[in-house]
């Protein structure tokens, strides 16, 4: 009796646990955002459960509604979700599909799980169906973000190259060409700074649009930063050859680019062409080849279309070595003073020297200051190579001073950046007083190019070397923006004439009036002139007979190194 009311109590105890979990279940389930399907092959039924009222106007209760599902999902889906709902008949565990429900225009998730008996044979099946459109909607954005811009909605960077690198894998297969477009509108600051970025971003946004027509399979349409736009395309003829599509680009430039508000813009472009698998066979690689040659366009005074051309490529992947070694060159080491003479044309007296810079580059090779000064400009190093410039020049000039007392004039070459500096006038006094030097045995050298910015300030600063007694010198008269007119009232006082002038002052008859006319009025200005790049005898000769003051060139004197100027001075001495 007591054994059969135990078993009672027990099997009571166990109901009421079961149904209280039954009831947690339930619960769980009926709160739940999901539907679920569930499928019990033990008993061979399908129940309906959770959320499924607000997901389906449709109840499963039998396996031949599960064909209900194929009527409601896109076409391309129901494969998927056929082999999905009949999951057990493969042995897996877990499944998910994404399909897409053509009425409503959301997303459902299915996640099946399938239950197995201990003999492996399915015993149960869960279907979790869940609205995934948020979700989808999320990640259709960040994709979005990914790919395209979103100042112009053209693809990004990150597309292209992506692209790019398939177009490649499909030319090797079928043997042709991709070419990529390299477009810079050419100064872009100007349009930036001088009417305004709203401006800016609008013409950015309008040319976008433009370049957007030449988009379809075969040709990808990008815009990489600022005002660089990228154009890939897989084989390349026809309406889409490269010819057809820079001749388009620039017929509509030429008409003017209409804003929105009706504003007409008119600019050039810079055009880089590169073509797999001439130039590259790799995306990063050809993109990079496309954007070289399109910096060459610039260069070579822009609104150019440039071809991919080794020469081209090599000079800049070397300007760029060039430009990595200069940040890490060691002054006293790798770099050293020559110094060129310079004469009186009347009596043939050595009048100074000018500071000339050597850089024994990688592996002691020699690079030439006409390749490496370009650099140090642009990457800012000039302004420590120029102080060093100055301190070795002085040093070395002290040291002559010291030994053979000869009334000599040191010209230093200083670039316009470097003169530009704020501590530039100070730097070069103190250096000077610290080797007791006289100003006046000290003569700058400066370009024209100096006198381009802020004229004003140029100036005073010019005043101010000249009140300490420092001499200026206008370096490579004739090859810039030179006119006679602006010379006058400039605080100078020696103009260096061209060596290009010199070079055929003999053999050009309009060369030779030019150097005397320019000799003439330079005297009147009262300034003084020294001719550069002096090879021959005649051109010495000549350049005396027209009242030249000073020469300098390979005639009477090369660069050379600080040792043999003092060579040089003990003999004169
Ligand atoms: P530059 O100031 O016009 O210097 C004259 C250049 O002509 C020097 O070339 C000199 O070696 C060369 N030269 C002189 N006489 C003759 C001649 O008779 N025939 C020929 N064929 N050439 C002659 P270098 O030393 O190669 O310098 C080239 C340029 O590099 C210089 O042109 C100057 O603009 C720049 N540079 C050189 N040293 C410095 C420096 O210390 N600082 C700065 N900022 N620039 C420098
Ligand atoms: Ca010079
Ligand atoms: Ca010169």
Redesign the pocket.
């Known amino acids: 009796m007591d054994e059969m009311r135990y078993q009672l109590d027990l099997l009571t105890a166990i109901n009421h646990r079961m149904a209280g979990q039954e009831k947690m279940y339930r619960l769980i389930c009926e709160s739940s955002v999901s539907a679920f399907l569930y499928v019990s092959f033990e008993n061979n039924t399908i129940q309906c459960l959770g959320n499924w009222d607000n997901y389906f106007d449709f109840k499963v209760t039998q396996l031949k509604d599960i064909s209900y599902f194929f009527d409601i999902v896109e076409e391309n889906d129901v494969s998927r979700l056929r082999n999905n709902l009949f999951l057990e008949k493969r042995k897996l565990e877990q499944e998910t599909i994404e399909c897409r429900i053509r009425e409503k225009k959301v997303w459902y998730r299915f996640d099946t799980k399938v239950i197995y008996a201990e003999d492996g044979q399915p015993s149960d099946k869960i279907i979790t169906i869940s609205d995934i459109s948020d979700i989808k909607k999320q990640t259709e954005e960040l994709v979005n973000m990914a790919y395209y811009d979103l100042a112009t909605g053209l693809y990004n960077r990150n597309y292209f190259v992506m692209m790019l690198g398939q177009f490649l894998r499909k030319a090797e297969e079928e043997n042709t060409t991709v070419s990529v477009l390299c477009i810079d509108i050419d100064d872009f600051r100007t349009i930036n700074d001088g009417m305004g970025m709203v401006i800016g971003e609008s013409f950015l946004q309008t040319f976008a649009n433009y370049l957007k027509q030449f988009s379809d399979e075969n040709t990808i349409v990008s815009h990489f930063t600022s005002d660089l736009f990228c154009i890939a395309i897989y084989d390349p003829y026809g309406t889409r050859s490269v010819d057809h599509i820079c001749k388009s680009i620039k017929d509509k430039i030429r008409t003017g680019i209409v804003l929105p508000d009706g504003q007409k813009i008119l600019v050039t472009v810079s055009i880089g062409v590169a073509e797999y698998p001439e130039a590259a066979t790799n995306a990063l690689e050809l993109i990079n080849c496309a954007e070289i040659v399109m910096f060459k366009a610039k260069a070579l005074g822009k609104n150019t279309v440039k071809y991919f051309d080794t020469p081209i490529v090599n000079e800049f992947l070397q300007n760029v070595e060039i430009e990595n070694q200069l940040k890490t060159a060691v002054y006293d080491k790798e770099f050293v003073?020559?110094f060129?003479p310079q004469y009186y044309i009347e009596d043939e007296k050595l009048r100074g020297v000018?500071?000339?810079?050597?850089w024994y580059g990688n592996g002691n090779r020699i690079v030439?200051?006409?390749v490496f000064?370009p650099i140090?400009?642009r990457n800012g190093t000039?302004v420590t190579?120029?102080k060093w410039?100055m301190e070795e020049?002085l040093k070395k000039f002290a040291e002559w001073k010291q030994e053979f007392h000869y009334p000599l004039i040191i010209s230093?070459?200083?670039?316009a950046i470097?003169y530009k500096q704020p501590d530039f006038v100070d730097y070069l006094i103190k250096t000077m007083q610290k080797y007791d030097i006289d100003s006046n045995e000290v003569e700058l050298?400066i370009?024209e190019s100096v006198l381009i910015e802020d004229f004003e300030e140029v100036i005073r600063k010019l005043h101010s070397l000249r009140d300490h007694g420092i001499k200026i010198s206008l370096?490579?008269f004739g090859t810039g923006f030179s006119s006679l007119s602006y010379l006058k009232g400039l605080p100078i006082d020696t103009l260096?004439v061209?060596?290009s002038f010199?070079d055929t002052i003999l053999i050009d008859h309009s060369t030779k009036i030019i150097t005397e006319s320019i000799i003439h009025m330079v005297k009147e200005l009262g300034y003084k002139t020294i001719a550069?790049?002096?090879?021959e005898k005649e051109q010495y000769d000549y350049l005396k007979s027209i009242g030249c003051d000073m020469i300098?060139?390979?005639?009477l004197g090369?660069?050379m190194s600080s040792d043999d100027i003092k060579k040089l001075l003990s003999d004169i001495s």
Do not use: F
Not at 412 to 415: A, D, E, G, K, Y
């Open positions: 003073m020559h060129q000018e500071a000339l810079l050597r030439s200051p006409s000064i140090a400009e000039i190579l120029g410039v020049s230093i070459n200083i670039s470097q050298e370009t370096d490579d260096k061209d060596k010199v550069e790049g002096v090879e300098q060139g390979y005639y090369k660069p």
